[in-house]
């Protein structure tokens, strides 16, 4: 099916760990986008990819590094993981002079 | 950083009543969306607007682009049990790729 494919759903690290979050979308869209989600506060940008070859800083891009590894896969690394990461992380993409994103179905990170 | 603030946090109601929920913000959007999202799932786009004073419908679904520019409007007739999620709306400014998110309205219904 056609989407936003993100993995894993679930993760559990431990304060100091890295990993990576993967997120692969088969539209051929240009854009594409990690937010996270945490109560009471919304979805928070972290990072966002305007075209292959490109990336920038959102609002809360501290503790975060990114690759857009081609034009389908934007991936998300956290280096040394903190509690204060402990959130739902979401990936979005959009075709270029639309307004709608498509969202994956989130990586939910919990970190002890 | 920018946030749009929604009002309100939650709603809880019975099966069959009307729901508005609304969303300001300090600046101007040239675009306003609402998304929705079900438990365990990534938001959904429900309703885009371009224009200030624009009244758009889907389904039950109604919202407005406020005149100011600064606001939006959203408003569910006669609720069902499946309108239960988390609403967000999302503003876009002129000449940038980038959604700002509101904090997020929770409904439940109850039948």
């Known amino acids: 099916n056609a989407g936003v494919t993100q993995t894993p759903k679930f993760q559990v690290l431990k304060t100091g760990q890295s990993m990576t979050l993967q997120c692969a979308q088969d539209?051929?869209?240009?854009?594409m986008y990690w937010y996270r989600q945490d109560p009471g506060m919304g979805l928070r940008l972290i990072y966002y990819?305007?075209?292959?070859?490109?990336?920038d800083k959102g609002e809360v891009p501290n503790g975060y590094n990114v690759s857009r590894l081609n034009k389908r896969e934007f991936s998300l690394r956290l280096e040394s993981a903190a509690p204060s990461q402990t959130s739902v992380y979401f990936c979005?993409?959009?075709?270029?002079?639309?307004?709608?994103?498509?969202f994956g179905s989130g990586t939910r990170l919990t970190v002890v | 950083g920018q946030q749009l603030n929604q009002s309100p946090q939650s709603m809880f109601i019975q099966e069959g009543e009307d729901v508005s929920m609304n969303c300001t913000s300090s600046s101007i959007f040239n675009t306003w969306l609402w998304y929705k999202q079900d438990p365990g799932e990534g938001p959904v786009l429900l309703i885009a607007l371009y224009k200030a004073g624009e009244l758009t419908s889907n389904g039950r679904l109604t919202a407005q682009f406020g005149i100011t520019r600064k606001d939006s409007f959203l408003n569910i007739s006669a609720s069902i049990p499946s309108d239960v999620g988390i609403y967000f709306c999302a503003g876009q400014s002129y000449n940038t790729d980038k959604l700002i998110f509101g904090t997020g309205t929770r409904l439940q219904v109850f039948p």
């Open positions: 979005a993409s959009k075709v270029a002079g639309y307004y709608g994103y498509t």
């Open positions: 990819s305007a075209s292959e070859g490109t990336t």
């Open positions: 539209m051929n869209h240009n854009s």
